[in-house]
């Protein structure tokens, strides 16, 4: 009967030390885990900064590229214009 009480005794010690290793465990892994989650957030911040960053980039360079076309077709047009005239002042009437 004592060994059974002895047994029974140290088993139930054994069982919680085993049990507070494993929540220190998972408690280990769970900070772990959450500080990966961190820095995954703050990769992804930092990607969607740069998309938004190059999004704007993109809008200015389209729409320096059109202003300078708009540019090109004034300056294409003047020149036609000027062609005419002078066309014009050089045909005999």
Do not use: C, W
């Not at 929540?23 to 280990?28: E, F, N």
Request: glycine residues 4%.
């Amino acid at each position: 009967m004592m060994i059974i009480f002895f047994v029974l005794t140290f088993g139930v010690i054994a069982l919680a030390m085993f049990l507070e290793h494993v929540q220190k465990m998972a408690t280990l892994r769970a900070q772990g885990k959450s500080s990966e989650y961190e820095h995954l957030k703050h990769q992804l911040a930092a990607l969607t900064q740069q998309v938004a960053e190059l999004r704007q980039m993109h809008t200015d360079y389209a729409l320096g590229i059109d202003s300078h076309l708009q540019h090109l077709d004034y300056r294409l047009s003047s020149l036609e214009n000027r062609i005419e005239q002078l066309e014009q002042q050089q045909v005999p009437r």
